[in-house]
């Protein structure tokens, strides 16, 4: 069995591809609409304390969402020994 997590609980420095978007039709619309599609590999750069946001590469671009949205956001992790570019 496959073990998709959400995105919001990947550790920094770990990467991971995107299999789908659990949310609303506005907030799937705007995550597509900023690059995380299901299918793209993510890396998590850094998790703001207290809650706060993370920050997101996507590609060569860097994304800061929510928590609350990177929850929705189910991603198959890559192996810990794969470099993340």
């Keep these: 069995m496959i073990d ?3 995105l919001s609980t990947l ?5 991971g591809t995107i299999t789908r978007i659990d949310a609303g039709a506005e ?9 995380l599609l ?3 590999r993510v ?4 998790h703001s304390p207290f809650q706060g946001p993370i920050q997101v590469r996507a590609g060569q671009t860097d994304l ?6 990177a929850l929705t ?9 794969t470099l993340c570019a």
């Design 38 to 40: 299901p299918g793209r």
């Design 4 to 6: 998709y997590i959400p």
């Design 11 to 15: 550790p920094a420095g770990r990467c």
């Design 43 to 46: 890396k998590v750069i850094r």
């Design 27 to 35: 907030l799937a619309s705007r995550m597509r609409a900023l690059g």
């Design 73 to 81: 956001i189910l991603l198959l992790p890559c192996p810990a020994e």
């Design 64 to 69: 800061i969402i929510r928590r609350s949205e």
